[in-house]
């Protein structure tokens, strides 16, 4: 239960730290997703319903802050964390490059998910300027992701997302 | 849970998925609508990123102050560089000047000497107790030699004792080998200006009859046809008439800072011309 009050705050401080402290790693030409890693770690890590309300909520905290349509990253987090939980009952997914490759698809996904939705429904191409700033944004991701995985296994316990189901 | 175990990750992925694209779908038909789920978390996260934001400005401002300091260092020391260049710069064109007015007044020395004179700068100073004595940089190839005198815009220097091809040496007339024909020049009594040394000179073998006083002016009497007569060498300092000698003992101070001394001239016998 202790879970489910600390999510909100716990995704507000996270998603308030991204979309602020380390944008400036970039010189706020682009951010480092960490939000995106935690959906992915919480698919290797936790059982579906507390990871999909963590993943429903850190994607609706973003869409609200960041200012995009709302429920586009809500449903791309959603998606990922059902995703990343079905790969992980198939594959093993400790290893540090298999993390490195997974973040750096499902980033760059994202990316891709973003454009086509605006694409569809608004009519804009905004992937022509900015697939490679995806791309480089999806390989940093990908750099860091080993080292967010044990950060937020160090923080599994104060959480307590062991899987109860 | 009332679903079964078997069913519940896809019951719960369903029921997200869904309400996912129900927010998407109602947000993309109602743009304008921020609606009260969104408000709430704007409200709610405006504190921590005001607060966050007000941390990264002060941080930003302190490093923006940092790198201007290092810019305001960097701009110093380029501007004390420069200062020091602009200091050489107007130390040369000082001494360019003051060597042009020396020289000036050189000229105006050589107008009246007698004959042809070779323009020297002193390169060396013995300046010992006993030996009195300068290096000047011309010698024999420009036409110096033994026993020419030496004068300077403000007197009678000396005479040349050593030549060699390119450099000279002068021995001044403070040096106690130093002995130069000399009158007085308002009473005309004559003697032997003799090197003292240290400060001044003592003019020797004047009579005790001549009308000698502190303040008269000493200068080259012609005589011994090393100096051309009436070359300033300095003024009477004091006279003594004690004593039962049959001279005066007159001390005279060298009209020449021999300290100072930088440009000279060698001057030719009436005979000769410059090189």
Same mark, same amino acid.
């Given at each position: 239960?202790?879970? $489910?009050?600390?999510?909100?705050?716990?995704?507000?401080?996270?998603?308030?730290?991204?979309?602020?402290?380390?944008?400036?790693?970039?010189?706020?030409?682009?951010?480092?997703?960490?939000?995106?890693?935690?959906?992915?770690?919480?698919?290797?890590?936790?059982?579906?319903?507390?990871?999909?309300?963590?993943?429903?909520?850190?994607?609706?905290?973003?869409?609200?802050?960041?200012?995009?349509?709302?429920?586009?990253?809500?449903? $791309? $987090?959603?998606?990922?964390?059902?995703?990343?939980?079905?790969?992980?009952?198939?594959?093993?997914?400790?290893?540090?490059?298999?993390?490195?490759?997974?973040?750096?698809?499902?980033?760059?996904?994202?990316?891709?998910?973003?454009?086509?939705?605006?694409?569809?429904?608004?009519?804009?191409?905004?992937?022509?300027?900015? $697939?490679?700033?995806?791309?480089?944004?999806?390989?940093?991701?990908?750099?860091?992701?080993?080292?967010?995985?044990?950060?937020?296994?160090?923080?599994?316990?104060?959480?307590?997302?062991?899987?109860?189901? | 849970?009332?679903?079964?175990?078997?069913?519940?990750?896809?019951?719960?992925?369903?029921?997200?998925?869904? +309400?996912?694209?129900?927010?998407?779908?109602?947000?993309?038909?109602?743009?304008?609508?921020?609606?009260?789920?969104?408000?709430?978390?704007?409200?709610?996260?405006?504190?921590?990123?005001?607060?966050? @934001?007000?941390?990264?400005?002060?941080? %930003?401002?302190?490093?923006?102050?940092?790198?201007?300091?290092?810019?305001?260092?960097? #701009?110093? !020391?380029?501007?004390?560089? %420069?200062?020091?260049?602009?200091?050489?710069?107007?130390?040369?064109?000082?001494?360019?000047?003051? #060597?042009?007015? %020396?020289?000036?007044?050189?000229?105006?020395?050589?107008?009246?000497?007698?004959?042809?004179?070779?323009?020297?700068?002193?390169?060396? !100073? #013995?300046?010992?107790?006993?030996?009195?004595?300068?290096?000047?940089?011309?010698?024999?190839?420009?036409?110096?030699?033994?026993?020419?005198?030496?004068?300077?815009?403000?007197?009678?220097?000396?005479?040349? &004792?050593?030549?060699?091809?390119?450099?000279?040496? +002068?021995?001044?007339?403070?040096?106690?080998?130093? @002995?130069?024909?000399? !009158?007085?020049?308002?009473?005309?009594?004559?003697?032997?200006?003799?090197?003292?040394?240290?400060? @001044?000179?003592?003019?020797?073998?004047?009579?005790?009859?001549?009308?000698?006083?502190?303040?008269?002016?000493?200068?080259?009497?012609?005589?011994?046809?090393?100096?051309?007569?009436?070359?300033?060498?300095?003024?009477?300092?004091?006279?003594? %008439?004690?004593?039962?000698?049959?001279?005066?003992?007159?001390?005279?101070?060298?009209? &020449?800072?021999?300290?100072?001394?930088?440009?000279?001239?060698?001057?030719?016998?009436?005979?000769?011309?410059?090189?």
């Amino acid at each position: 239960m202790i879970f $489910y009050l600390l999510l909100p705050l716990f995704s507000l401080l996270l998603v308030v730290l991204q979309t602020t402290v380390l944008s400036l790693f970039f010189f706020g030409k682009m951010g480092l997703e960490i939000s995106l890693i935690m959906v992915i770690w919480a698919g290797f890590r936790m059982d579906a319903l507390k990871g999909g309300v963590l993943a429903f909520i850190l994607g609706f905290l973003l869409d609200c802050i960041t200012g995009s349509v709302t429920g586009i990253l809500t449903t $791309y $987090y959603v998606a990922v964390f059902f995703l990343s939980r079905a790969v992980s009952f198939k594959v093993y997914s400790e290893r540090f490059f298999f993390i490195m490759a997974f973040a750096f698809l499902c980033a760059f996904s994202e990316g891709l998910f973003v454009a086509v939705i605006y694409r569809i429904f608004y009519g804009v191409d905004v992937l022509e300027g900015i $697939y490679k700033i995806f791309l480089i944004q999806a390989l940093a991701l990908a750099l860091f992701s080993p080292l967010l995985f044990v950060l937020f296994g160090r923080m599994e316990g104060m959480l307590n997302v062991r899987e109860t189901a | 849970m009332l679903i079964p175990k078997k069913y519940q990750t896809i019951t719960i992925a369903s029921i997200l998925v869904i +309400v996912s694209l129900i927010i998407l779908s109602i947000s993309i038909q109602r743009p304008g609508d921020t609606g009260i789920f969104k408000r709430l978390v704007l409200e709610a996260a405006s504190p921590p990123i005001g607060a966050v @934001n007000s941390v990264l400005d002060t941080v %930003r401002d302190v490093w923006k102050r940092y790198i201007f300091l290092v810019g305001l260092e960097q #701009e110093n !020391r380029t501007l004390k560089a %420069r200062i020091a260049q602009l200091t050489n710069e107007l130390n040369e064109s000082r001494e360019l000047h003051l #060597e042009g007015l %020396r020289l000036r007044e050189l000229l105006a020395m050589k107008n009246t000497l007698p004959g042809a004179v070779i323009a020297a700068r002193v390169v060396d !100073r #013995e300046n010992a107790y006993v030996f009195k004595t300068i290096l000047i940089n011309k010698g024999t190839s420009d036409g110096l030699r033994v026993g020419l005198p030496v004068v300077s815009a403000e007197g009678v220097v000396g005479r040349i &004792v050593d030549a060699s091809w390119n450099v000279s040496r +002068v021995l001044l007339l403070t040096d106690y080998n130093s @002995n130069i024909s000399a !009158r007085i020049q308002n009473g005309r009594a004559e003697g032997i200006l003799q090197g003292g040394g240290a400060i @001044n000179c003592a003019l020797k073998y004047v009579e005790r009859s001549e009308e000698v006083k502190v303040g008269d002016t000493v200068v080259t009497s012609g005589l011994g046809g090393v100096f051309p007569g009436g070359l300033i060498l300095g003024t009477v300092s004091r006279v003594d %008439r004690k004593g039962s000698g049959l001279f005066l003992n007159i001390d005279v101070s060298p009209s &020449v800072h021999f300290s100072r001394l930088e440009e000279v001239l060698a001057v030719l016998p009436d005979s000769e011309k410059s090189p």
